[in-house]
């Protein structure tokens, strides 16, 4: 073990911290690749490391059981992890882990119950607007809203909800929900990310509306009838509606045909190659896959 073993771990969250409070000027669907990427990899990179660490300890422990690990999981060298390490990262790995998996309970269930409610009109004077992702999923509308918005503003609604069901924003939300479950410093990246989200849907609303101070006023409208809502399915009215109104009112985002793609491949590059070294996947890659296809 040496202190390349925990480059990563010192890297991605660093990265996430400066993201998480850096605004980017980018059009926030460009934004919320890179936040979702940034935020998924810290997050494995944060456990894989964890995992990896755990098991060279436990290995330390009964040196005995060593021939039972894959290669590619224990460290180059043959030094024992020492306690004040292993057990740390035991313990710290166990309680990520946990809490990885409860989130995903969460919000497996909080989508069951959508789902089953997109059936017809919530029963609520609040007017809510959800999008359901899924193949029994939709835009769930509630009969306050249905009974309260005129017919251009249910339209403002119904595509911005129809955006987030076509870009599927509930697994950009997922990461940024598993970063601030595993690595709860972090969770200015999440609530970043959740913005940029929206702004990418208010983005494809205006657009298809073709009025930024319609879709503004209507957004307003819905944020002060009804309190923020949680869950895996993104709320009309939910995150950042100040800045979300004061964008639109405002001139509109470039679409970054170059800068976007070029930050978000370098981004990856970064982020999917300091993963990579967290999993060890190049000592597997060398282990496992190159001596099949040589024999092959």
Known sequence: ???FTFLPLAVMPALSMVLGRVPLPLHP???ARLLAMTAAMTAVAALGTGVFVSINYAASLAPSAIAHVPEWALFGDDRPVPGAVGVPAALLTAAGLALA?????????????ARAQAREPLD????IAVAVPGRH???LLSRGMLGTFTAG??????????????HRHHRYAASGALLAAVLPPLRPLDERLRLAVERWADEDAAEAVGDRAYVARTIAKAALAHPRTAGPAAAFAESGVVQRVEALLGTP??????????LFTGNGFLTGSLTATTLQLDHALASFLLPLLAAG
């Open 101 to 113: 998996g409860r989130t995903a309970a969460r919000w497996a269930s909080e989508l069951r119950t």
């Open 253 to 262: 985002p470039a679409r970054n045909a170059v800068t976007g793609p070029l």
């Open 29 to 31: 669907s460009w934004s």
């Open 153 to 166: 503003e249910l339209h403002v609604v119904l595509q911005h909800e129809t955006s987030h069901l076509r």
């Open 1 to 3: 073990m040496n202190w």
């Open 137 to 139: 999923g939709g835009v």
């Open 124 to 127: 609520t004077d609040v007017p």
